[in-house]
């Protein structure tokens, strides 16, 4: 499943548009498939017989559970690479069966000497999960598309066995969101999500005892989900490039001169000086008497 999941991602990263990324708040609805992991099941066994200690046995049964949907409603802001986001999700199965551990069984014939002459029975019951999640998430441009990863935690409500009890929750989150728009964007995700252990409490009547459980066990699931996106911001303004210096001109050529017949150097659009006018010939001598 990770496999086609990292595929999927691939091919709608190649195929998606190069848009903008939208920085500001956002909303979506998600939904999918869900594939919920056996819940095996710890119990303090409350024989009903005073004669019968009471016993704590790890693993006494595991519930089978089959293929459902996961579904949720989110809201966050996108500050450009980071988003921080709330999720109210929903998930449901089918409870399939549930399964004695051949130990209990063994367990339970030495301690009230009664063969259990079926160890697996038919639930035909459901297990719901009401979620409320906190989730910080970290972007990344991968051609048009944005790549991103992260993780949450929350509280969750855990119907199973015909009991309910509420416990922390965590979960990673990996996904694709491609633009469609600058306001619209569709999505591919993938979410591990796992409580801290849920405590039930139910009385079950095996052979000719009856039986008392406290018992305590994880939920987890894996979920493949579809995204739809309603961004209301503006999209990021993208980085304006580093001016870049005009080389500077060449110095202008040196201007034309010429040298006059004085010596003296002057433009060449110039004109030189006139000559100054020769010196007046000597007086003549005077005649003498």
């Known amino acids: ?48 017989s005073p004669a019968i200690p009471d016993a704590t ?16 409603a989110i809201g966050g802001y996108d500050f450009g690479i980071f988003r921080l986001e709330g999720e109210l999700g929903y998930k449901r199965a089918k409870t399939d069966s549930l399964q004695l551990n ?8 030495d301690a ?5 002459a079926n160890s697996n029975f038919d639930l035909n019951d459901k297990v719901t999960v009401l979620s409320g999640m906190v989730n910080g998430l970290v972007d990344f441009e991968l051609g048009g598309a944005s790549v991103y990863g992260g993780v949450g935690a929350g509280r969750a409500r855990v119907k199973l066995l015909g009991d ?21 964007g ?11 252990k849920l405590n039930f ?20 699931s894996h979920s493949v989900l579809a995204s739809l996106i309603y961004n209301f911001g503006a999209p990021a303004a993208a980085m304006a490039p580093m001016p870049v210096a005009a080389p500077a001109p060449p110095p202008p050529p040196p201007p034309a001169t010429q040298t006059c017949p004085d010596g003296t150097v002057i433009m060449a659009t110039d004109i030189c000086p006139a000559p100054p006018p020769p010196p007046p010939p000597p007086a003549p001598a005077p005649e003498r008497g």
């Open 186 to 196: 569709v999505g591919l995700k993938y979410r591990y999500f796992r409580t801290a």
């Open 57 to 72: 046995y790890k693993n006494v049964a595991t519930v089978n559970s089959k293929t459902g949907f996961d579904v949720d």
């Open 112 to 116: 009230t000497g009664v063969t259990l």
């Open 1 to 48: 499943m990770k496999n086609y999941f990292l595929a999927a991602v691939a091919a709608a990263a190649i195929a998606s548009p190069a848009l903008a990324q939208t920085v500001g708040p956002y909303v979506g609805i998600e939904g999918g498939v869900m594939f919920p992991k056996d819940t095996n099941v710890n119990a303090n066994v409350n024989y009903m």
């Open 201 to 220: 409490n139910e009385n079950a009547t095996v052979a000719d005892a009856g039986v008392g459980f406290a018992s305590s066990n994880h939920f987890s």
């Open 102 to 109: 051949p130990s209990f069984v063994t367990a339970y014939r």
């Open 164 to 184: 309910s009890d509420n416990a922390w929750a965590y979960q990673g989150i990996a996904g694709v969101r491609i633009p469609v728009t600058s306001s619209v």
